[in-house]
Protein backbone atom coordinates (compact mmCIF):
# COMPACT_ATOMS: atom_id res chain seq x y z
CA UNK A 1 0.00 0.00 0.00
CA UNK A 2 2.76 2.35 1.28
CA UNK A 3 4.58 1.56 -2.78
CA UNK A 4 1.49 1.88 -4.64
CA UNK A 5 0.71 5.41 -3.25
CA UNK A 6 4.38 6.75 -4.57
CA UNK A 7 3.60 4.99 -7.67
CA UNK A 8 0.52 6.69 -8.65
CA UNK A 9 1.68 10.27 -8.15
CA UNK A 10 4.92 9.14 -10.61
CA UNK A 11 2.38 7.84 -12.90
CA UNK A 12 0.25 11.00 -12.92
CA UNK A 13 3.07 13.34 -12.87
CA UNK A 14 4.64 11.75 -16.07
CA UNK A 15 0.85 11.61 -18.07
CA UNK A 16 0.85 15.35 -16.89
CA UNK A 17 4.28 16.05 -18.51
CA UNK A 18 3.24 14.91 -21.71
CA UNK A 19 0.17 16.32 -21.67
CA UNK A 20 1.91 19.73 -21.37
CA UNK A 21 4.70 19.15 -23.69
CA UNK A 22 1.97 18.09 -26.66
CA UNK A 23 0.00 21.17 -25.78
CA UNK A 24 3.40 23.23 -26.19
CA UNK A 25 4.22 21.71 -29.13
CA UNK A 26 0.83 22.29 -30.93
CA UNK A 27 0.78 25.70 -29.85
CA UNK A 28 4.04 26.82 -30.77
CA UNK A 29 3.40 25.07 -34.17
CA UNK A 30 0.19 26.90 -34.85
CA UNK A 31 2.33 30.15 -33.87
CA UNK A 32 4.59 29.63 -36.52
CA UNK A 33 2.11 28.52 -39.22
CA UNK A 34 0.26 32.38 -38.30
CA UNK A 35 3.72 34.31 -38.71
CA UNK A 36 5.03 31.84 -41.84
CA UNK A 37 2.79 30.64 -43.71
CA UNK A 38 5.15 29.16 -45.82
CA UNK A 39 5.79 26.79 -44.16
CA UNK A 40 2.39 24.87 -44.10
CA UNK A 41 2.24 21.49 -45.12
CA UNK A 42 1.97 21.76 -48.70
CA UNK A 43 -1.62 21.65 -50.61
CA UNK A 44 -2.14 18.44 -52.60
CA UNK A 45 -0.69 18.38 -56.20
CA UNK A 46 -3.94 18.58 -59.16
CA UNK A 47 -3.03 16.17 -62.12
CA UNK A 48 -2.83 18.37 -65.11
CA UNK A 49 -2.85 17.25 -68.64
CA UNK A 50 0.25 18.21 -70.74
CA UNK A 51 -0.11 19.37 -73.73
CA UNK A 52 3.18 19.04 -74.64
CA UNK A 53 4.61 19.84 -78.41
CA UNK A 54 5.08 17.10 -81.15
CA UNK A 55 8.52 16.01 -81.65
CA UNK A 56 8.98 17.84 -84.50
CA UNK A 57 9.10 21.03 -82.74
CA UNK A 58 12.35 21.18 -82.89
CA UNK A 59 14.33 25.11 -82.07
CA UNK A 60 15.68 24.87 -85.41
CA UNK A 61 12.02 24.17 -86.73
CA UNK A 62 10.56 26.68 -84.61
CA UNK A 63 13.14 29.22 -86.06
CA UNK A 64 11.99 28.91 -89.30
CA UNK A 65 8.31 29.07 -88.53
CA UNK A 66 8.22 31.75 -86.65
CA UNK A 67 10.62 33.67 -89.06
CA UNK A 68 7.45 32.91 -91.91
CA UNK A 69 4.47 33.54 -89.34
CA UNK A 70 5.99 37.24 -88.96
CA UNK A 71 7.02 37.79 -92.72
CA UNK A 72 3.17 36.40 -93.64
CA UNK A 73 1.24 38.52 -91.40
CA UNK A 74 0.16 36.16 -88.99
CA UNK A 75 1.24 36.83 -85.96
CA UNK A 76 -0.75 38.95 -83.58
CA UNK A 77 -3.87 41.74 -85.39
CA UNK A 78 -2.38 42.28 -88.10
CA UNK A 79 -4.31 42.76 -91.21
CA UNK A 80 -2.03 41.22 -93.90
CA UNK A 81 -2.58 37.46 -94.00
CA UNK A 82 -0.45 36.18 -97.01
CA UNK A 83 2.56 35.64 -98.35
CA UNK A 84 4.04 35.61 -101.86
CA UNK A 85 7.72 34.54 -103.21
CA UNK A 86 9.35 38.15 -102.72
CA UNK A 87 7.94 37.96 -98.85
CA UNK A 88 9.17 34.65 -97.89
CA UNK A 89 13.00 35.69 -99.52
CA UNK A 90 12.90 39.38 -98.35
CA UNK A 91 10.67 39.20 -95.25
CA UNK A 92 11.83 35.98 -93.83
CA UNK A 93 15.20 35.39 -95.72
CA UNK A 94 14.85 31.96 -96.05
CA UNK A 95 16.32 29.90 -98.90
CA UNK A 96 14.47 27.28 -100.78
CA UNK A 97 15.94 24.17 -99.21
CA UNK A 98 14.89 26.04 -95.78
CA UNK A 99 11.74 26.77 -96.36
CA UNK A 100 10.90 23.07 -97.44
CA UNK A 101 12.74 21.87 -94.50
CA UNK A 102 9.72 23.18 -92.83
CA UNK A 103 7.47 20.68 -94.07
CA UNK A 104 9.22 17.44 -94.16
CA UNK A 105 8.71 16.87 -90.49
CA UNK A 106 4.89 16.85 -91.05
CA UNK A 107 4.62 14.21 -93.46
CA UNK A 108 2.17 12.49 -91.01
CA UNK A 109 0.30 15.49 -90.42
CA UNK A 110 0.06 17.58 -93.82
CA UNK A 111 -0.69 16.75 -96.74
CA UNK A 112 -0.80 17.90 -100.81
CA UNK A 113 -3.88 19.24 -102.68
CA UNK A 114 -3.29 18.74 -106.57
CA UNK A 115 -4.73 20.60 -109.41
CA UNK A 116 -5.05 20.13 -113.40
CA UNK A 117 -2.99 22.17 -115.20
CA UNK A 118 -3.92 25.94 -115.09
CA UNK A 119 -6.68 25.26 -112.96
CA UNK A 120 -7.30 26.42 -109.41
CA UNK A 121 -10.08 24.16 -108.81
CA UNK A 122 -10.62 21.85 -106.05
CA UNK A 123 -12.15 18.16 -107.17
CA UNK A 124 -13.54 15.93 -104.84
CA UNK A 125 -10.99 14.02 -103.68
CA UNK A 126 -9.12 17.54 -102.72
CA UNK A 127 -12.20 18.71 -100.66
CA UNK A 128 -12.13 15.26 -99.05
CA UNK A 129 -8.91 15.50 -97.56
CA UNK A 130 -9.14 18.93 -96.89
CA UNK A 131 -11.92 18.83 -94.48
CA UNK A 132 -10.66 15.86 -93.13
CA UNK A 133 -6.93 17.87 -92.03
CA UNK A 134 -8.46 20.58 -91.01
CA UNK A 135 -10.95 18.64 -88.57
CA UNK A 136 -7.61 17.05 -87.28
CA UNK A 137 -6.98 19.93 -85.01
CA UNK A 138 -6.38 18.53 -82.10
CA UNK A 139 -5.63 21.98 -80.09
CA UNK A 140 -2.94 23.39 -83.02
CA UNK A 141 -2.89 27.23 -83.71
CA UNK A 142 -1.72 27.46 -87.16
CA UNK A 143 -3.14 26.01 -90.46
CA UNK A 144 -0.90 26.80 -93.33
CA UNK A 145 -1.48 26.56 -97.10
CA UNK A 146 1.41 26.90 -99.33
CA UNK A 147 0.11 26.79 -103.02
CA UNK A 148 2.47 26.29 -106.02
CA UNK A 149 2.84 26.67 -109.84
CA UNK A 150 4.14 24.59 -112.49
CA UNK A 151 7.53 26.11 -113.80
CA UNK A 152 5.60 26.01 -117.51
CA UNK A 153 4.39 29.65 -118.35
CA UNK A 154 5.27 32.77 -117.01
CA UNK A 155 6.10 33.73 -113.66
CA UNK A 156 3.93 36.54 -113.55
CA UNK A 157 1.03 33.74 -114.31
CA UNK A 158 2.14 31.05 -112.59
CA UNK A 159 2.28 33.05 -109.29
CA UNK A 160 -1.59 34.64 -109.68
CA UNK A 161 -2.40 30.99 -110.51
CA UNK A 162 -1.07 29.60 -107.24
CA UNK A 163 -2.96 32.84 -105.50
CA UNK A 164 -6.12 31.61 -106.84
CA UNK A 165 -5.34 28.47 -105.80
CA UNK A 166 -4.06 29.05 -101.90
CA UNK A 167 -7.63 31.25 -102.46
CA UNK A 168 -9.20 28.23 -103.25
CA UNK A 169 -8.51 26.32 -99.90
CA UNK A 170 -9.16 29.34 -97.91
CA UNK A 171 -12.16 29.81 -99.27
CA UNK A 172 -13.91 26.32 -99.17
CA UNK A 173 -12.95 26.46 -95.16
CA UNK A 174 -14.65 29.87 -95.22
CA UNK A 175 -17.66 28.18 -96.93
CA UNK A 176 -17.87 25.19 -94.23
CA UNK A 177 -16.69 25.91 -91.06
CA UNK A 178 -16.79 30.03 -90.87
CA UNK A 179 -19.91 29.77 -88.75
CA UNK A 180 -18.35 27.18 -86.51
CA UNK A 181 -15.40 29.23 -86.01
CA UNK A 182 -15.52 32.90 -86.39
CA UNK A 183 -11.85 33.36 -86.03
CA UNK A 184 -11.01 30.99 -88.72
CA UNK A 185 -9.48 33.19 -90.98
CA UNK A 186 -6.49 34.11 -88.30
CA UNK A 187 -5.54 30.71 -88.08
CA UNK A 188 -4.94 30.35 -91.69
CA UNK A 189 -1.65 31.41 -93.17
CA UNK A 190 -1.60 31.66 -97.17
CA UNK A 191 1.75 31.50 -98.94
CA UNK A 192 1.89 30.95 -102.97
CA UNK A 193 4.88 30.48 -104.36
CA UNK A 194 4.46 30.93 -108.09
CA UNK A 195 7.23 28.77 -110.26
CA UNK A 196 10.50 30.98 -108.73
CA UNK A 197 10.79 29.47 -105.39
CA UNK A 198 10.78 26.29 -103.22
CA UNK A 199 9.90 23.75 -106.03
CA UNK A 200 9.30 20.62 -104.64
CA UNK A 201 10.99 17.08 -105.79
CA UNK A 202 9.08 13.93 -107.25
CA UNK A 203 9.93 12.23 -103.75
CA UNK A 204 6.82 14.06 -102.31
CA UNK A 205 4.59 11.95 -104.89
CA UNK A 206 5.47 9.13 -102.71
CA UNK A 207 6.42 10.26 -99.47
CA UNK A 208 3.35 12.44 -99.14
CA UNK A 209 -0.55 11.73 -98.63
CA UNK A 210 -2.39 13.21 -102.01
CA UNK A 211 -5.50 14.24 -103.17
CA UNK A 212 -5.13 11.55 -106.41
CA UNK A 213 -3.79 8.36 -104.83
CA UNK A 214 -2.71 6.09 -107.42
CA UNK A 215 -2.56 8.35 -110.09
CA UNK A 216 0.43 9.45 -112.14
CA UNK A 217 2.54 11.98 -110.11
CA UNK A 218 5.82 14.15 -111.01
CA UNK A 219 7.91 16.84 -110.69
CA UNK A 220 4.98 18.83 -112.28
CA UNK A 221 1.86 17.07 -110.80
CA UNK A 222 3.46 18.11 -107.19
CA UNK A 223 4.04 21.14 -108.17
CA UNK A 224 0.68 22.04 -109.11
CA UNK A 225 -0.22 22.01 -105.25
CA UNK A 226 -1.25 22.98 -102.43
CA UNK A 227 0.38 22.08 -99.00
CA UNK A 228 -1.91 21.58 -95.99
CA UNK A 229 -1.35 21.66 -92.38
CA UNK A 230 -1.81 22.17 -89.19
CA UNK A 231 1.35 22.92 -86.87
CA UNK A 232 1.24 21.68 -83.27
CA UNK A 233 3.83 24.19 -82.30
CA UNK A 234 4.01 26.51 -79.21
CA UNK A 235 5.62 29.88 -80.15
Known amino acids: MKLALPLGFLVGALSLGASLAFVHQEVSAAGRRLTDP ?6 LQVAVAD ?3 A ?3 TPQFKEVL ?6 CGLAGQESRRGCQ ?3 VKTLASISDDDFNALFTPLVQRGAILLFDDASEKLDDG ?3 LL ?6 RRGARYFLVVARASKTGSADMNRALSHKRANSVQFYLQEHYKSQEPNL ?3 IGLLWLGKEFAQLSKQYCTDWTNSRPGKPCNDEAINRSAFISWVDCRL
Open 38 to 43: VRRDPP
Open 126 to 128: AQK
Open 185 to 187: DKQ
Open 55 to 57: PYC
Open 51 to 53: HTE
Open 131 to 136: AERWED
Open 66 to 71: QRVIHA
Open 85 to 87: PAD
